[in-house]
């Protein structure tokens, strides 16, 4: 839907807006890897690659933004050229503030095994991670292959997400009462588990990001029932 313009150059630049999101997003998805490892494994020799990657991945969102000012200024694109731009805008705003929620995962994991913690919700807490990391793959194939069906499918799919983080606060509310001297790290870990809760918000965001910019439909304060009498 971004090529045979009347510009070819217009394509490419399009193009590449299309390719410098997707490598911010892949970026993330490295980052949130090393963070699970971090919080769940307690890897602290992760420190001096995430931040060189977080200085890319901000580099990336200011080019991008850059990109995306200077298109609608020469070109001044309508219809789904415009819509595409809006896409772009959007989900690159929420890949970086996926981004800050990712680090604080990093961060708060460090500060746990450094302080030689080791919560009994370890299980719950990468089942989260895991399903949040699967969510995030698929968030990018959808915006790649602009899958309007699947980025809905998705939307859906962050229910399972909500419901694993509940389960988990519970569990590490339970150690918190249980075992007074666990309270640093329990606030620690519910600091980062929050962080992965919001990942998965964003994703959705970027999901319906997507729908706008294939369907030209806004779906953002619809419930779920709604958005499948719409299917």
């Known amino acids: 839907m971004i090529s045979g313009h009347y510009s070819a150059k217009y394509d490419v630049e399009l193009l590449r807006l299309s390719e410098n999101t997707l490598e911010m997003g892949h970026l993330?998805?490295?980052q949130l890897r090393r963070a699970i490892q971090s919080l769940i494994h307690g890897d602290q020799l992760l420190a001096r690659e995430?931040?060189?990657t977080e200085t890319i991945i901000n580099n990336l969102e200011v080019e991008i933004d850059r990109e995306c000012v200077e298109i609608l200024a020469r070109r001044q694109p309508i219809a789904s050229d415009l819509r595409f731009i809006i896409m772009i805008i959007k989900t690159v705003n929420?890949?970086?503030r996926m981004a800050?929620?990712?680090h604080r995962?990093?961060?708060m994991g460090n500060r746990v095994i450094?302080?030689?913690g080791d919560p009994p919700s370890n299980d719950d807490i990468e089942q989260l991670a895991t399903r949040v990391h699967k969510l995030l793959v698929q968030t990018l194939r959808v915006f790649e292959q602009e899958d309007d069906a699947g980025a809905l499918a998705l939307i859906r799919k962050d229910k399972k997400v909500d419901k694993k983080f509940e389960a988990t606060l519970k569990r590490v509310k339970n150690w918190m009462m249980a075992?007074?001297?666990?309270v640093p790290d329990a606030i620690d870990i519910l600091w980062a588990i929050r962080s992965l809760e919001r990942v998965g918000d964003r994703l959705c965001n970027i999901c319906e990001h997507v729908i706008f910019y294939v369907k030209g439909d806004d779906i953002r304060h619809l419930d779920i029932d709604e958005l499948q009498t719409q299917d």
């Not at 075992?179 to 666990?182: A, L, M, Q, T, V």
């Open 114 to 116: 450094s302080a030689g």
């Open 105 to 107: 995962v990093f961060k």
């Open 179 to 182: 075992e007074s001297d666990s």
């Open 100 to 102: 800050d929620e990712v």
């Open 50 to 52: 995430v931040t060189e």
């Open 28 to 30: 993330i998805e490295k």
């Open 94 to 96: 929420d890949m970086e």
